[in-house]
Structure formats: structure tokens, C-alpha cells
């Protein structure tokens, strides 16, 4: 971010009620209809799963390549996803940590419950930030209307600013 990387890339998939992603280099020149998603800076990072970072509304996470092609579960280069995210009820709850092995504290589940988020993601991607102000630029930008392949209809340009250093 710091020199200048994702300036000009796009949000090139948005799920309202799930993720905006973005991150992929071949975003900044992409003429309308290009396939997005696949670019990057030619490197992969070790995945890293800790219990406490779960995948509740507003939290950062690594994109990756599928299970088939990358059982190790590496993380993107450069892509990137935003939680956008719903709430979950305690039935929805106890079949996720059922299917994935997983045992969330009380104020985990309150969380979920109350905040939202995308836990069937716990475990499999590595979430390694937080938007702590501007929420509600991610409703907006997960608002907005899509085509096939959750590309936005009009293209979300990102712009980085560095607040600390």
C-alpha cells in the first residue's frame, strides 16, 4: 500500500451480504468484460489461522486459490476481501463449528449474532486486519449493482491512503 500498489485496482467482486474483493494487478487496465481474480504479484504467503481472528463484518481477509489447486491453503500476494457479511442465528452457528471443526467462545457466537459476519470462512482464510472506521462505505460499495461474475456494473476504484506509518 505504502508504494503505491493498489491505487487505480478495482473491487472486481462484490457479494452484498458477503465480501468485496479486490487486490488483482490486472484490475487497473481491465476493459470491460476481462475476467478478473486470478492476478497477482507472482508470490504466495503461508497461511496463518489464529482462533481469536474470526471472519465478522468489516475484517480483512486473504484471497486465495481453491482447495484443488491449493491444498495448503496459501494466501493472495495481493487480493484481498472486506467482510460485508450477515448476522447468523445459534442453529446456523452450531452446524458451521459442526462442519468445521471449529469451537467459538460466548462472545464469539454474540458477535456473529449480533454483528455479523461470514464464519463458514474461519479456518480457511487468513484474516489479518480490521476496518475500524467507514463501515458504511462497505454497505455502499456491496450495494452496488452487479453483473455475472459479481463484477460491479460501474467499476469501484480503490485509493490508498496511508494514516499511520
Known amino acids: 500500500a505504502k508504494e503505491g500498489y493498489y491505487d487505480g485496482l478495482l473491487f472486481h467482486r462484490v457479494i452484498n451480504g458477503f465480501m468485496i474483493q479486490g487486490g488483482d494487478p490486472n484490475s487497473r487496465h481491465a476493459k470491460p468484460g476481462t475476467s478478473l481474480g486470478s492476478g497477482g504479484p507472482g508470490y504466495t504467503i503461508p497461511a496463518e489461522f489464529v482462533d481469536t481472528l474470526i471472519h ?88 452496488v449493482p452487479t453483473k455475472p461474475g459479481d463484477m460491479p456494473v460501474e467499476p469501484v476504484i480503490m485509493q490508498m491512503t496511508i494514516l499511520k506509518d
Open 56 to 143: 465478522l463484518r468489516g475484517r480483512l481477509a486473504a484471497a486465495r486459490q481453491g482447495d484443488r489447486v491449493n491444498p495448503q491453503k496459501k494466501s493472495s500476494g495481493s487480493q484481498f476481501y472486506i467482510v460485508h457479511g450477515r448476522t447468523f442465528t445459534d442453529e446456523e452457528l452450531n452446524r458451521i463449528q459442526a462442519q468445521n471443526g471449529l469451537r467459538y467462545s460466548p462472545a464469539q457466537r454474540e458477535a456473529y449474532k449480533t454483528i455479523g459476519g461470514a464464519p463458514f470462512l474461519d479456518g480457511n482464510y487468513t484474516v489479518f486486519g480490521e476496518v475500524i472506521e467507514g463501515l458504511a462505505i462497505i454497505d455502499s460499495i456491496a450495494a
